[in-house]
């Protein structure tokens, strides 16, 4: 069973801070990982894919990976109260070619 | 371009009722999902197409639901009898097949809220 763990938080962080969200995975074949942003009531929507090791950054978002230790994480800086809401984990193998989601990070940045 | 449309937004019925959900993704969009999103959860996978074709149906309790994309365009999706556990959002998503014959990024749909009491 592949799975992806994310804390469920809530997180806090005060407004201009900088948020960390972490992901982990348990499928190694994995080769391609989204972060994506669910507001209360609306649906999920893309912000952030990143398919090879290191950083990759996109305005106020950085999105980090770590095949060996089976490892992605989303940085946002200068943390916006409109960036409170879910942030979904998402991993795609080439085998299977769907999406395993995490539960969701709810993410509560404070003005 | 048209994003991923869903109907009907909102359904509400008695748990043994029937409920069919309805999808039409991004024009172009060979692959569609049917996600079942539980309130504080991810959505988790309940079956793969690809054009008319099932790629992944693994995870669809087959007893009570059925899903179907005859012409490879829109789907429909629909659950009989329901149960009071078959309480969540119903998301449709579609990508592209890319020329190496790769999935892309998933786009959403709104989602159909299906609340059985």
């Known amino acids: 069973q592949k799975e992806v763990e994310q804390n469920s938080g809530p997180l806090s962080v005060p407004e201009g801070a900088i948020a960390s969200l972490n992901c982990t995975y348990s499928d190694r074949g994995s080769q391609s990982f989204f972060w994506y942003r669910q507001y209360s009531g609306k649906s999920p929507e893309l912000i952030m894919s990143i398919y090879s090791n290191g950083d990759k950054e996109d305005g106020r978002f950085t999105a980090q990976l770590n095949k060996a230790s089976q490892y992605v994480s989303l940085l946002i800086r200068d943390s916006q109260p409109s960036d409170s809401a879910t942030y979904l984990c998402?991993?795609?193998?080439?085998?299977?070619?769907?999406?395993?989601f995490g539960p969701g990070t709810r993410l509560s940045v404070l003005p | 371009e048209a994003g991923v449309a869903q109907s009907p937004r909102y359904k509400i019925i008695e748990k043994r009722q029937s409920v069919a959900f309805w999808c039409n993704p991004i024009s172009g969009h060979a692959t569609l999902y049917w996600y079942q999103q539980i309130l504080g959860q991810g959505p988790k996978l309940l079956i793969q197409?690809?054009?008319?074709?099932?790629?992944?149906d693994s995870q669809l309790p087959k007893d009570r639901f059925s899903a179907e994309r005859l012409k490879g365009v829109d789907s429909t999706l629909k659950i009989q009898p329901a149960k009071l556990e078959d309480s969540a959002v119903y998301l449709c998503?579609?990508?592209?097949?890319?020329?190496?014959?790769?999935?892309?990024?998933?786009?959403f749909g709104e989602g159909s809220r299906l609340t059985v009491l």
């Open positions: 998503a579609s990508s592209l097949v890319t020329h190496r014959g790769r999935i892309g990024e998933l786009f």
């Open positions: 998402a991993v795609r193998d080439n085998y299977g070619q769907n999406f395993v």
């Open positions: 197409f690809q054009n008319n074709g099932v790629v992944d």
